[in-house]
């Protein structure tokens, strides 16, 4: 059963649909017509607090809030059927993608997101290739007969990171943490 929210009209922000709308262009959420195709197909549906017609719902709404507080928007595995099957060609996939940008910019972020892009941006690697955790891979490997793996060029990491503004997250959690 879905939640009751209550909302004054002053709590909602009346452009968040047409800044979203502006970004996508011609796949705009404002075609939507709520036929919830796309949570039918949706493979992470049962996993999140707000299904795909939810949030695009919320988003015409004006819950600019609630939705970048949602972490439906970061359980997308961005497998792109809930695209693919609508009926009105409404791009969710790249929606979620602004909605994920917007939610950065905004600071609402969940933690293991900030943690990941910083040990991306000091080792390149997703997982720590480091320490007792490198030795382990490297002795398997060499059982395998595979070759080392070879780093990742950091400064090119590091560099992407810091333009796309991704830095800022690590900036946030250091704040956080403190």
């Known amino acids: 059963m879905t939640e009751k929210i209550s909302k004054n009209s002053s709590d909602l922000d009346l452009?968040?649909?047409?800044?979203?709308s502006e970004q996508v262009g011609a796949k705009s959420l404002l075609?939507?017509?709520?036929?919830?195709?796309?949570?039918?197909?949706?493979t992470v549906t049962e996993y999140v607090d707000m299904q795909?017609?939810?949030?695009?719902?919320?988003?015409?709404l004006g819950l600019?809030?609630?939705?970048?507080?949602?972490?439906?928007?970061?359980?997308?595995?961005?497998c792109h059927?809930?695209?693919?099957?609508?009926?009105?060609?409404?791009d969710y996939s790249f929606i979620l993608a602004l909605l994920r940008n917007l939610a950065?910019?905004?600071?609402?972020?969940?933690?293991?997101?900030?943690s990941t892009i910083n040990t991306i941006y000091n080792n390149g690697f997703?997982?720590?290739?480091?320490?007792?955790?490198?030795?382990?891979?490297?002795?398997?490997r060499t059982k395998m007969g595979l070759p080392q793996l070879m780093g990742p060029n950091l400064?090119?990491?590091?560099?992407?990171?810091?333009?796309?503004?991704?830095?800022?997250?690590?900036?946030?959690?250091?704040?956080?943490?403190?």
Request: hydrophobic content about 30%; proline content about 4%.
């Open 155 to 178: 400064d090119e990491i590091q560099f992407i990171i810091n333009k796309t503004g991704l830095s800022e997250l690590i900036e946030k959690k250091k704040e956080v943490n403190k």
């Open 81 to 90: 059927r809930c695209t693919e099957r609508c009926p009105k060609n409404v």
């Open 52 to 60: 795909p017609h939810r949030v695009v719902a919320s988003c015409l």
């Open 15 to 20: 452009n968040f649909r047409y800044e979203i």
């Open 104 to 114: 950065v910019k905004e600071g609402s972020v969940p933690k293991e997101y900030s």
């Open 64 to 78: 600019r809030k609630e939705v970048l507080s949602s972490q439906a928007i970061w359980t997308c595995s961005l």
């Open 126 to 140: 997703v997982v720590p290739y480091t320490g007792n955790m490198k030795n382990t891979i490297d002795k398997r």
């Open 31 to 42: 075609k939507c017509i709520q036929c919830g195709v796309c949570s039918s197909g949706c």
